[in-house]
T-cell receptor, first 112, second 111 residues
Framework: KAGVTQTPRYLIKTRGQQVTLSCSPI?????VSWYQQTPGQGLQFLFE???????NKGNFPGRFSGRQFSNSRSEMNVSTLELGDSALYLC???????????FGPGTRLTVL | TQLLEQSPQFLSIQEGENLTVYCNSS?????LQWYRQEPGEGPVLLVT?????EVKKLKRLTFQFGDARKDSSLHITAAQPGDTGLYLC???????????FGKGTRLSVIA
């Protein structure tokens, strides 16, 4: 069974630009969560989508948004990029009513 | 406020040594998970401990959940270079709420 896939794996943007990251969950998983990982703050929760609806949201500004499609694939968008948005963005999926997250390899975003 | 504090943040040891990593909180969790993350990859679940006082063993790794379900430890016996990575603990709260992650312990085992 294929794992969680994320595209692209690496991305370089400049301040003020916007970016869209994509995540394909494990087949059958309807929950997709997004995390930002930085050396200073660790893994921080961005949001979770379940059946195309945002179920949980972390403490991030409105520049960070996401959506989920009917096939459970998810995208997150960051508008007006700032230097501090440079991070590894991880996507994770899980079965309904379980707690085990299956993570993708992440997208490394660098903002110059 | 970091709900889960991990210590130490960094650990560099020689192959064959033993080590313990701690994960502490003032909050009670329904269960606690340990993940390992290697460079260029996402975290991978190692174990979930559910019951207060529970001890689980995974080869040379021993995981313990505190009696009050607020803290946990990971002990590695005779560490090997393959154990190198970032170890993350994650607290599980009521169903369908986000996991709470510690900042991690970066372990380096030198041959």
């Amino acid at each position: 069974k294929a794992g969680v896939t994320q595209t692209p794996r690496y991305l370089i943007k400049t301040r003020g630009q916007q970016v869209t990251l994509s995540c394909s969950p494990i087949s059958g998983h309807r929950s997709v969560s997004w995390y930002q990982q930085t050396p200073g703050q660790g893994l921080q929760f961005l949001f979770e989508y379940f059946s195309e609806t945002q179920r949980n949201k972390g403490n991030f500004p409105g520049r960070f948004s996401g959506r989920q499609f009917s096939n459970s694939r998810s995208e997150m968008n960051v508008s007006t990029l700032e230097l501090g948005d440079s991070a590894l963005y991880l996507c994770a999926s899980r079965w309904d009513n379980t707690d085990t997250q299956y993570f993708g390899p992440g997208t490394r975003l660098t903002v110059l | 406020t970091q709900l889960l504090e991990q210590s130490p943040q960094f650990l560099s040891i020689q192959e064959g040594e033993n080590l313990t990593v701690y994960c502490n909180s003032s909050s009670v969790f329904s269960s606690l998970q340990w993940y390992r993350q290697e460079p260029g990859e996402g975290p991978v679940l190692l174990v979930t401990v559910v019951t207060g006082g529970e001890v689980k063993k995974l080869k040379r790794l021993t995981f313990q959940f505190g009696d009050a379900r607020k803290d946990s430890s990971l002990h590695i016996t005779a560490a090997q270079p393959g154990d190198t990575g970032l170890y993350l603990c994650a607290g599980v709260r009521p169903r369908n709420t986000p996991l709470v992650f510690g900042k991690g312990t970066r372990l380096s085992v030198i041959a």
